[in-house]
């Protein structure tokens, strides 16, 4: 995330904090960067200055205006009338982040072998939040080589429970034995 980004999404978080907004903005931003990632052609025409920077507002408020909410349509034109909507998806990412550290919620990143199920989501979201003392949010990932268990990154840290790992140490101990 650049600075540039980091400067944008916190003063829109602290404004949407101000007013009591911030899950409501956190979860509109994540629709429209989901929208922006999946039609990039939108975002360049909206960066185009062959197009008068009144048009482009059109177009924001056309799009946006009655659906999302207001502080957030003015942010989006404020993005491209200086330029920098290439910036909106670490906008929300430094919002996001604000968002998690106020609500004590932490992104756990889960590696496994297969998808896990339910009752698996919810017994390591317990765990988690034990080590972390916070709300988790899983975020899932498959990953075949693993062969089996799991890998947690949280908070920076990586926690590694899977057989590769645990082959991977016994063969460094072998090795270091033998050296």
């Known amino acids: 995330m650049t600075e540039t980004a980091r400067i944008y999404g916190g003063s829109l978080y602290d ?10 903005i956190l979860g509109q931003m994540e629709q429209i960067r989901t929208l922006l990632r999946e039609n990039p052609e939108y975002e360049r025409l909206l960066s185009e200055p062959s197009i008068p920077q009144m048009e482009r507002n059109g177009m924001i408020e056309a799009a946006f205006g009655g659906q999302a909410q207001r502080y957030l349509v003015n942010f989006m034109k404020l993005m491209c009338e200086k330029n ?4 909106y998806s670490g906008c929300f990412e430094a919002f996001k982040s604000r968002y998690y550290e106020d609500h004590n919620i932490a992104e756990a990143v889960v ?4 998808p896990l199920s339910e009752e698996q989501q919810k017994r390591l979201k317990e765990k988690l939040k034990k080590i972390s003392g916070k709300e988790i949010i899983l975020i899932q990932k498959t990953d075949p080589a693993l062969l089996a268990g799991v890998r947690v990154e949280l908070d920076g840290k990586l926690l590694d429970g899977t057989v590769k ?11 270091h034995a033998t050296v």
Do not use: F, P, Q, Y
Request: charged residues 30%; contains cysteine.
């Open 84 to 87: 920098l909507l290439g910036e």
């Open 15 to 24: 404004l949407a904090a101000e007013e009591n907004l911030t899950g409501e």
């Open 165 to 175: 790992n645990r082959i991977s140490e016994i063969s460094d101990k072998i090795h």
């Open 111 to 114: 590696t496994s072998v297969c």
